[in-house]
């Protein structure tokens, strides 16, 4: 079951209806809204669609504009960056094998937990500045361990675990002023996502029974 309450609905109806296109059906959400749909633990307001396979992205810009009024912000080789009423998305070629199927419901295709889990992981150990990549990471060790997140990642990326391993405890880069909304009336407190990161690397085989 999604935890639709987690994205705004008009988020979730653009959601839907691009992932009916037939034009992006090679596109997988990931990252923090793909997450929170499947876990219902915070507020994600942008749509990260990513790709194993290559695409032109002139073509797939120009198709979003005429069908979607896309404001487009940026575009390179197969990535492409902007807006579409009013929601942020982005389009990614991110050419690393998915090491489970995505999850797929209500047509909407999602990253598995363990693929947005290496994802975080690769992501603090390239830059460690967004506060929304530790709560999810925290917040996924109820359905894997870190030592199940370093497998992962260590096998999508063909990389050593060291790097993002260290990030998992280095936070003098976060910036700690961006907006946090979870799900429920609790507010943010980081602490308790300091405490979690710290007793995975405690117990890196343990799978935890309760959200930070």
């Not at 198709?63 to 942020?88: A, C, M």
């Not at 967004?130 to 917040?139: H, N, S, T, V």
């Not at 996924?140 to 060291?162: C, D, P, Q, R």
């Not at 117990?203 to 029974?209: G, I, S």
């Amino acid at each position: 079951m999604l935890h639709k309450e987690t994205v705004s609905p008009s988020t979730l109806e653009l959601l839907t209806t691009l992932m009916k296109d037939c034009r992006l059906k090679h596109f997988v959400l990931v990252g923090g809204t793909s997450l929170s749909l499947q876990l219902g633990h915070r507020i994600s307001v942008d749509l990260d669609l990513f790709s194993d396979l290559s695409f032109d992205e002139s073509e797939l810009s120009s198709y979003l504009v005429e069908n979607y009024d896309l404001e487009l912000d940026f575009i390179s080789r197969s990535t492409l960056k902007g807006e579409i009423r009013g929601v942020q998305i982005d389009c990614i070629s991110h050419q690393y094998p998915w090491l489970s199927p995505c999850v797929e419901e209500d047509v909407i295709r999602l990253a598995s937990p363990v693929d947005i889990a290496a994802m975080k992981l690769n992501a603090i150990a390239g830059n460690g500045t967004r506060i929304k990549d530790f709560i999810d990471l925290a917040y996924l060790s109820t359905l894997l361990s870190l030592g199940e997140m370093l497998e992962a990642y260590e096998h999508k990326y063909k990389a050593n675990v060291i790097m993002p391993l260290k990030a998992l405890t280095y936070w003098e880069d976060i910036n700690f002023d961006e907006p946090i909304r979870m799900l429920g009336s609790a507010p943010f407190k980081w602490k308790k996502i300091e405490k979690r990161l710290l007793q995975m690397q405690k117990y890196p085989q343990k799978r935890f029974d309760l959200f930070p």
